[in-house]
T-cell receptor
Framework: ETGVTQTPRHLVMGMTNKKSLKCEQHLGHNAMYWYKQSAKKPLELMFVYSLEERVENNSVPSRFSPECPNSSHLFLHLHTLQPEDSALYLC?????????????FGQGTRLTVV | EDQVTQSPEALRLQEGESSSLNCSYTVSGLRGLFWYRQDPGKGPEFLFTLYSAGEEKEKERLKATLTKKESFLHITAPKPEDSATYLCAVQPSGTYKYIFGTGTRLKVLA
């Protein structure tokens, strides 16, 4: 398997459920990201994990909780979500402070909150 | 504030009709400017990285250029399979963040 892999591809959850999104990168990168993509809006950075630091967007609600156990794996734990949280959630990775700067994305998880 | 603006929002072209997409940016120091292609329901696919004004990159029918304030993605003789949303992003110096525009939805008609 190469690149960035996200599971599941589709998720439907109720507002009282707890679920997790998983991301794995096979590129040897040092930084991993969660982005949210909603219709008609630019990709919104939620969290960044790198070897040096964790960065988070202060506007992300606490019902989203990231976990990065190592440089290859990233999780997004979801609990008590709202219908407006329905979106495409994208994971990405990059070399971080390396010479090659572009980020590579997974296929995304389409989340629907009912 | 770091910002990326893309235009037009949507573009319809006949097959073979060349055009350009615009990405205007303001950033406090540019580490890189990136172009991605995104098909419906999929993640963005990396196309190009540009680092400094005057730089150009080409791939098949696509050519990306960069100035100090904007970037263009030129599409020469497009085909229906070039239909997608094209995203522009910048990475400010000293950060890990990528700041995206809202994209240009391109439709190429046969």
């Amino acid at each position: 398997e190469t690149g960035v892999t996200q599971t599941p591809r589709h998720l439907v959850m109720g507002m009282t459920n707890k679920k997790s999104l998983k991301c794995e990168q096979h590129l040897g990168h040092n930084a991993m990201y969660w982005y949210k993509q909603s219709a008609k809006k630019p990709l919104e950075l939620m969290f960044v994990y790198s070897l040096e630091e964790r960065v988070e967007n202060n506007s992300v609600p606490s019902r989203f909780s990231p976990e990065c156990p190592n440089s290859s794996h990233l999780f997004l734990h979801l609990h008590t979500l709202q219908p407006e949280d329905s979106a495409l959630y994208l994971c990405a990775s990059s070399q971080g402070r390396g010479k090659i700067t572009e980020a590579f994305f997974g296929q995304g998880t389409r989340l629907t909150v009912v | 504030e770091d910002q990326v603006t893309q235009s037009p929002e949507a573009l319809r072209l006949q097959e073979g009709e060349s055009s350009s997409l615009n990405c205007s940016y303001t950033v406090s120091g540019l580490r890189g400017l990136f172009w991605y292609r995104q098909d419906p329901g999929k993640g963005p696919e990396f196309l190009f990285t540009l680092y400094s004004a005057g730089e150009e990159k080409e791939k098949e029918r696509l050519k990306a250029t960069l100035t100090k304030k904007e970037s263009f993605l030129h599409i020469t003789a497009p085909k229906p399979e070039d239909s997608a949303t094209y995203l522009c992003a910048v990475q400010p110096s000293g950060t890990y963040k990528y700041i995206f525009g809202t994209g240009t939805r391109l439709k190429v008609l046969a």
